[in-house]
């Protein structure tokens, strides 16, 4: 009996033995062969051809999916794709060496436009691509700077295109070969129906007056306080020339956007010491004119309204901390707080606020890239029309 279950013991221990050295073995071989293949793979295995879909918009969910293109053997239909942000990617087919991945990106807000094929955890370097993102909020500021006739003919344009690539088919979901075409025309039909929703937006829109930036108070027919009006004290390092509006109101009276709109800029920050820039001479160019100018307005915030203008809000007290550039505020919006920072003088008790509204020049090809220089030699609304003119167009640019 002992002695049977001796046999039993040794022979259980040669099997373990056995499994355990067979299991190091092929353990160890397959790491050897990994790691040899791995460093030829690094160099020949896959490449980054191309981006199907061009541009991914992330605020669409049927836009931001994008077909990417590898090339290289059949292993790496096995491969992930990489990305920074929070994406799903999944294999589609192949056609011969050529491999196409659909890529999703989950998150609205993460640009990073790196892809990459990974095998495991290495990511390999030759695959290495580039996307390019999109949104409603990039689209909208090169449309604003549009004016009503050149937005209608890219519309045309737009539903040209459409009528060019045709009715599309698509029979079946799966992306396969024989299906791409009809996918690739799906794609761009629907990118031009998202462009052309914004542009018939932003034509509504237009038809809106503006509301007052200070809610409870009214655009005032005054005469120191409407556009045009003489500032002739500061007339030696100014244009000494009143460039927009004041609606007078107690201390930290919140003001709101008068419009829908793109924030362009955001000023924060006025120390008294700030007055130190300004450039005393009466010989100082329009431009530091104007760089004067904005020194005397301090804490403001510009944004771009959906009639291209832009318009600031300044001598706030408190801005909006949640502002940032690149932003879509709506109107009614939280802005600020009425002040007088950038008012020289600490006796200065007349709280207002002041705003002006810069007519654009809608120069074609100069869409989405205007300097803040620039805006600000952008002239003024009714620049040099008589205070009466003034007083009567009011009631066209604001709701009463
Ligand atoms: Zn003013």
Request: proline residues 17%.
């Given at each position: 009996m002992l002695q049977k279950l001796s046999i039993i013991f040794w022979v259980s221990v040669v099997i373990w033995l056995g499994i355990l050295s067979g299991y190091w073995f092929v353990f160890w071989s397959s790491q050897e062969i990994y790691t040899s293949q791995n460093t030829l793979k690094i160099t020949n295995e896959a490449r980054f051809v191309s981006d199907l879909w061009r541009t991914v918009y992330l605020d669409n969910e049927e836009l931001r999916s994008v077909l990417l293109v590898f090339r290289g053997s059949d292993n790496i239909k096995w491969y992930k794709i990489h990305s920074v942000c929070n994406t799903h990617s999944e294999y589609k087919f192949s056609y011969r060496d050529i491999h196409f991945f659909l890529l999703e990106y989950l998150d609205e807000h993460c640009e990073n436009s790196t892809v990459a094929l990974k095998n495991q955890d290495i990511i390999i370097s030759r695959s290495l691509g580039t996307l390019s993102f999109s949104s409603r909020n990039k689209e909208f500021s090169v449309l604003l700077d549009m004016d009503d006739a050149q937005l209608s003919w890219y519309d045309h344009e737009l539903a040209r295109r459409l009528r060019w690539i045709g009715v599309f088919r698509n029979y079946n979901q799966n992306i396969t070969l024989q299906t791409l075409p009809n996918h690739f025309k799906k794609y761009q039909a629907l990118e031009i129906g998202y462009m052309r929703r914004l542009i018939w937006d932003i034509q509504e829109w237009r038809q809106k007056k503006y509301i007052s930036p200070v809610p409870g108070y009214h655009i005032e027919k005054q005469a120191n306080k409407v556009p045009n009006a003489g500032r002739p004290y500061r007339e030696w390092y100014t244009d000494g020339v009143h460039h927009g509006w004041d609606i007078d109101a107690p201390l930290w009276t919140p003001i709101v956007a008068l419009d829908d709109g793109i924030i362009v800029r955001v000023r924060d920050g006025f120390k008294a010491d700030d007055f130190r820039e300004i450039v005393y001479w009466s010989d100082v160019s329009y431009e530091q004119q104007l760089e004067n100018l904005d020194i005397l307005r301090w804490n403001q915030v510009w944004h771009k309204t959906l009639k291209g203008e832009v318009i600031f809000y300044s001598h706030?007290?408190?801005?909006?901390?949640g502002l940032q550039d690149g932003m879509y505020i709506e109107r009614g919006s939280y802005i600020g707080t009425v002040g007088i920072t950038g008012v020289p003088g600490t006796w200065y008790e007349d709280f207002h606020l002041h705003f002006d509204v810069k007519i654009p020049p809608f120069t074609p090809g100069r869409e989405g890239t205007y300097t803040l220089m620039e805006y600000m030699k952008w002239p003024w609304s009714w620049k040099w029309q008589s205070r009466q003119d003034v007083y009567s167009l009011i009631d066209t640019m604001f709701e009463k």
């Open positions: 706030l007290d408190e801005v909006n901390p």
